[in-house]
């Protein structure tokens, strides 16, 4: 079974900042593209960012909502994708989810693997 771990989630105050990541295998990591989403409860899935992480590739793709405030990056030696959130509000407080090997497009959420969740909490 594929597992993606992300780590990084917590508490922060409006206006922080906090950096999710999130470890794939060797396996699934390269040749591919890495999403973020982000659930609050009774809602929909929302696609933030993604990344190929193809070597000499790295194109990212961001959501309007949070393009020029989260930046995705990726640490290949690591086989690790991050999302770097800045300028947090209070509406960010959700579930937080990175997958990867896409069956759509980047944001679509349509992902053969899934990590499970790390949580995200800002208060004003």
């Known amino acids: 079974q594929v597992q993606l771990v992300e780590s990084g989630g917590g508490s922060v105050q409006a206006g922080g900042s906090l950096r999710l990541s999130c470890v794939a295998p060797r396996s699934i990591y390269s040749h591919n593209c890495l999403g973020w989403f982000r659930q609050v409860p009774g809602k929909k899935r929302e696609g933030l960012a993604a990344i190929f992480t193809a070597p000499g590739d790295g194109r990212t793709v961001y959501a309007d909502s949070v393009k020029g405030r989260f930046t995705v990056s990726q640490d290949s030696a690591k086989n690790t994708v991050y999302l770097q959130m800045n300028r947090l509000k209070p509406e960010d407080t959700a579930t937080y989810y990175c997958?990867?090997?896409?069956?759509?497009?980047?944001?679509?959420?349509?992902?053969?693997?899934w990590g499970q969740g790390t949580q995200v909490t800002v208060s004003s």
């Open positions: 997958a990867a090997d896409p069956d759509d497009t980047p944001l679509a959420g349509l992902y053969k693997y």
